[in-house]
């Protein structure tokens, strides 16, 4: 298991496996519910998954250089990031309740600038 990070405070889990068995790759995020032992959903993506990040009603994932922002609800892809600097992949985020999300992040391609993208809801 390369991921593994609890949904607030519940029995549901997202998961990322590391590739050592077939059900749970690294390009696969499982929602998982604990309490009846089952898979709720799937995000498979066709690169390695890197880094998961959670915030309200959203799920941030991180592959190569790029931040891919789901839906926690319907696990649909909303938005895509590019060009993040993984040496330093720090996201920052206004207040996740309000619309727009304003994230920023440091770019990939020139390490002394910051990107801003705003994310509707």
């Not at 549901?12 to 696969?28: K, P, S, Y």
């Not at 890197?50 to 892809?77: A, E, M, P, W, Y």
């Not at 909303?78 to 600097?85: E, K």
Request: glycine residues 2%; positive net charge; proline residues 3%.
């Amino acid at each position: 298991m390369k991921i593994a990070i609890p949904l607030y405070e519940s029995q549901l889990l997202l998961l990322v496996g590391d590739n050592t068995n077939t059900i749970l790759t690294e390009n696969m995020l499982i929602l998982w519910d604990d309490l009846k032992k089952t898979k709720i959903g799937v995000i498979t993506l066709s690169e390695p998954i890197l880094d998961v990040r959670l915030s309200i009603g959203l799920i941030n994932i991180i592959v190569k250089d790029k931040c891919l922002i789901f839906s926690l609800k319907t696990l649909k892809q909303l938005y895509a990031l590019d060009d993040i600097n993984l040496k330093t992949p720090k996201l920052f985020t206004n207040n996740f309740s309000s619309n727009p999300i304003v994230y920023a992040y440091s770019s990939q391609t020139n390490n002394h600038q910051v990107k801003i993208a705003k994310c509707m809801l």
